[in-house]
C-alpha cells in the first residue's frame, strides 16, 4: 500500500509542473545620439518680450528630420500650456505677476525614429528647448515729443515709438493760441514723424495722446514757435519783380502780407502787400541782388517776419558730373579732374588727365565708379578715393585697338554701357567681362542702375532688356526722345521728354506704363533732374538781367521764374538744386512746394 | 479536478482490491507532439498588432509528459484508469537597447480518462500491449505579458481554461522482470479542440476569433510496468507489520 501511496505522490508532484518557454529575440539597433536642430519661433522675435496684459503668442516649431509629438510651454517655470501641433498660439495673462523679467520656454518632445521599442512607445524622446526673455510691465507710459523741426514749408514732429504690444493708437494734438486740433489720428505705432502743414507761425503746442487698450494718457507739451509764412522765391514776369510766398493753408486771423526792403520797417522802403490769404505773390517794381527782403505776416496780436536775401552762385562747373547720393560734383578743368565737395564749396580731391583729349563720361548714380578716359583710353575711378583706379584700353573692351571710346553709361552695379566708334559693349566692370558685343555703331546709351534696361537713343529711340548675353527690344518710339534718364531711386522708371508731345513723361520699364505730364507742357527743356522730374526749360522772355528759366515738376504746374545772369546751356542736377555747367552762372534753387 | 481526479483514484484502487487478483501500475515518461494551431494563429496576431517587429522564439514544442495508469488485470485484458499531464508553451520576444517585451504562452493540462490494454503474447517476457483510452483533459492556459521600457517594468497574466476530450491510440512493448516491466511505447493522441474560458465566459478575441487549445500528437517513450498480486501483497504486508 507504501508504494500505491509513494505513486499517488509522485504523479500529484509531476503534475504540477509546468513549461517554461525559453528563448530571446535581441535585435541590434543603433542608439540614437546627436539632437535634431530644431527651429523655434515666437511671435517671429529672438528678443525680450514685453507683456502688459493678457497676451497672445504665436509660436511654430520645426526640425527636418524628426516627428514633433508634443510641444510644451513653461512660463516662469511653471507649464502653462501643452499641444501636439507645431504652431497654433496661447495665451497668458501676467495678472499675479509683478513687473519684472520673467522665463518663457517652448520645449520640443520629438521622437528618435530610432525604431526601437522606447521609440515606437513615444518612450524614448528628443527634447528641445529654446528660452525667451518676458518683461511683464504692466505700467503704462505715453510717448513723448522728440523734436520738432522746420521742414520745406511745414513742420516736422518727432516722437518716441510706443514699444509696447498693447498699442491702440497715437493721436496727435496741436493747440494755437488756446484752439485745440486733433491734426492725426495714427494707428501704425512704428510712425513716429508727422509733418504740421498747416502750421503758420508763432507759438503752437503740441501734445501727443498715447492710447492702449485700455487707456490714454496725454504727452508732455512741447512748443514750437517760428516766423511764418516765409519768402520762398523771388521772381520777374512783364517787368515785374514778384515775391512768392510760402501758401498758406490755413490761418484764422490773417490780415495781411507786407514787404519791406532791407529789414526794415520803414514806410520808404515798404514795396508792396497783399490782403488775401490766397494770394501768395507780392508785386513790385525792383529788386536787388544781395538784398535782404522781409515779409511780414501780420494777424492782430503779432507780425510773423521772415526774410529771404537773394545771392549769387559762388561756383562755377564746367564739364561736369553728379551723382545723386554724393555730396560731390565731378568737373573737368586745368587738365584735372576734381571732386567738388557741394557742402564744403571746395575741391577736395583732384587728378591730372591722361590727356587733353580726355573727357568726362559718366558717374554711376549712387555710388560706384566714375568713368573718364580719351580716344583709346577708358578709366575708371572711386568717386570717394581717386587713387583706386582701373584702367581699359579699347582692345580690353572693343578687343579692337582701333575703335575709341565715345560714350559710356555706368549702373550701380557696375554694368557699363559703352559707346565706341564701331562697335556698342555692355561689359561688366567688377568681373571685367563682356556680356554682349554688337558691331554696330550708337551715339548715345543709358543703362538703368540696376542694370536691367537699356535705352539707346538715335534718331529712333529703343529700350531694351538686358536679359543675360541679350537684348530684347520691349519699346521702341519712332522719333528721337531728348534729356532721357532712368530715375536712380525708384527702380526701373525711365523719365524722358517726348518733343512730339510736348510732355514729359515718367514710364514703369516693367509695365510700360506711362505718367505724362499734365501741365508742365515745355516748349524749350533743357534739362530734366530724374528724380524728381523738375524740368528746367527755356522761357522766351528776355530782360536785361538775363535769360530766365521756368522750373516745372512732372504732373504739377509750377509756374516759378527764375532769373540767371548768362546764358546757361549745360545743367546738372543735384539733389533737388540745379547747378549751371557752362561759363558764369547762378546757383538755382529749386523752390519748395 | 486533481482531487476529484485522486478521489476516483482512490475509489478504483478500494475496488480493484476487492475484487482483483492482479493490479497493474503502468508509469509512463515521455515526449508528446501539440498542434496548438489555435495558439499559434493568437501568437501571429500578437506579432501584427505590435509596434516592433518581435519573433516567436518558443512555439509549443514537443515537451516532456506523464502519464500513470492502474490496471486490472483480465485474463489477456487489462483495464482501467489513466491519469496523464502535458505541458507545452510559447513565447514571442523582442529585445534592443531601450527594453524588452515578452508574451509567454504557458499550457497545461491534466487528463484522466479510462484506458484499455491487452497482451497479446502472454507467454514470453517480452510482452506487447495495444491501448486505447478516452480522457477528459483540463488544460489551464496563462499568458504572461511583460514590458520592460528604460526603467519602467509593467507585466500581467491572464488565465483561461478550456475542457475537451482525448482521445488516445498506441502500443506498448514491455520486458518483464517477475514483478517489473520495463520498456517503451508509441502513440497518438486526438484532441477536439477545447474552447478557452475566462471566468466561464468563451474567450474572443478582438477580431472575433476564438481561441483553442489543441493537445493533438504523437507521444512516445518509456515506461515501468508494475504488477502485484493484491492478496499477496495484503499477506507479505500483514507479515511486514507483524
Partial sequence: MKYIQLAILLFTLLACNEYNPQGDYDVEIRKPTNPPSTTFNLNDTDGPIIMCRTM?????????????????????????????????????????????????????????????????LNAEVYVTSKKWEVIVDKNFYP??????????????????????????????????????????????????????????????????????????????????????????????????????????????????YVLYKDNTNDLYNRLGETHNVNDTVINTQSLAFGKTYKLILRIPDEDLTSFMTIGKASKTFSKAIATESLDYIFQMKDNHVYRYSISQKKAVDSLELLNANTDLFAASLNYMYLSFGNLSVLQLLNPL??????????????????????????????????????????????????????????????????????????NSTVLYELNGTSLIEIKQWTEKLTLIDFNPKILNELIYYQPSESKINKMDCTSLSITQSTSASPKYPIAVDPITGLVLHDNPYQDEVGKRYDVSELGISYPLIHISAVDMNNFIFHNSTIYSSMGYSLKLTVPNK | ?????????????????????????????????????????????????????????????????????????????????????????????YIDYSGSLKYDQIVTSNSFGPIMKLNIKTNSKLKFYPYIGLNIINTKYRLDEELIVSNQHSSKSTDLDATSLLFNLGIETVYSFNWVGFGFYAGYSKNNQGKLYLDNEEAVLEDGDKVYTDWTGFRYGLSIFFEFDLKNCRKNNTIISE
Fill in chain 1, 56 to 120: 497672445d503668442f504665436t509660436y511654430s516649431v520645426s526640425n527636418p528630420n524628426n516627428e514633433i509629438f508634443l510641444v510644451e510651454i513653461y512660463f516662469n517655470n511653471s507649464l502653462a500650456y501643452t499641444t501636439t501641433s507645431t504652431y497654433g498660439s496661447f495665451g497668458i495673462n501676467p495678472q499675479g505677476y509683478a513687473n519684472g523679467s520673467y522665463q518663457l520656454e517652448l520645449k520640443v518632445y520629438s521622437k528618435t525614429k530610432s525604431g526601437s521599442l522606447a521609440d515606437k
Fill in chain 1, 143 to 256: 510717448v513723448q515729443i522728440t523734436s520738432i523741426k522746420t521742414g520745406s514749408g511745414m513742420l516736422m514732429i518727432t516722437w518716441d515709438k510706443y514699444t509696447k504690444p498693447d498699442f491702440s493708437k497715437y493721436e496727435f494734438y496741436r493747440v494755437h493760441k488756446g484752439w485745440t486740433a486733433k491734426l492725426y489720428t495714427i494707428t501704425d505705432p512704428n510712425i513716429t514723424t508727422k509733418n504740421d502743414y498747416t502750421y503758420m507761425g508763432g507759438q503752437s503746442d503740441y501734445y501727443i495722446k498715447t492710447y492702449n487698450v485700455s487707456e490714454s494718457k496725454v504727452s508732455d507739451t512741447k512748443s514750437f514757435v517760428d516766423s511764418y509764412p516765409r519768402i520762398v522765391d523771388i521772381g520777374e514776369r512783364y517787368g515785374m519783380i514778384k515775391i512768392f510766398i510760402s501758401k498758406l493753408k490755413y490761418y484764422e486771423n490773417f490780415r495781411y
Fill in chain 2, 1 to 93: 479536478m486533481n482531487r476529484k481526479i485522486l478521489l476516483i483514484l482512490v475509489c478504483f484502487i478500494t475496488f480493484a482490491n476487492t475484487l482483483s487478483a492482479q493490479l497493474c501500475f503502468n508509469l509512463k515518461l515521455g515526449k508528446g507532439t501539440y498542434e496548438m494551431d489555435g495558439l499559434k494563429d493568437f501568437n501571429s496576431k500578437i506579432i501584427n498588432s505590435l509596434p516592433v517587429s518581435a519573433k516567436v522564439v518558443d512555439n509549443f514544442p514537443k515537451a516532456n509528459y506523464w502519464d500513470g495508469s492502474i490496471l486490472y488485470e483480465y485474463k489477456k485484458l487489462y483495464v482501467g484508469v489513466n491519469l496523464s499531464h502535458h505541458t507545452t508553451g510559447s513565447r514571442i520576444s
Fill in chain 1, 385 to 458: 578715393d581717386f587713387n583706386q583706379k582701373t584702367t581699359f584700353t579699347s582692345n580690353d573692351i572693343f578687343g579692337d585697338n582701333s575703335d575709341n571710346f565715345k560714350m559710356v553709361s555706368i549702373s550701380n552695379n557696375g554694368i557699363a554701357a559703352i559707346c565706341g566708334s564701331k562697335s556698342f559693349v555692355v561689359y561688366d566692370l567688377f568681373n571685367k567681362n563682356i556680356i554682349l558685343k554688337q558691331d554696330i555703331v550708337k551715339t548715345f546709351v543709358k543703362i538703368s542702375p540696376d542694370g536691367k534696361y537699356l535705352v539707346d537713343v538715335g
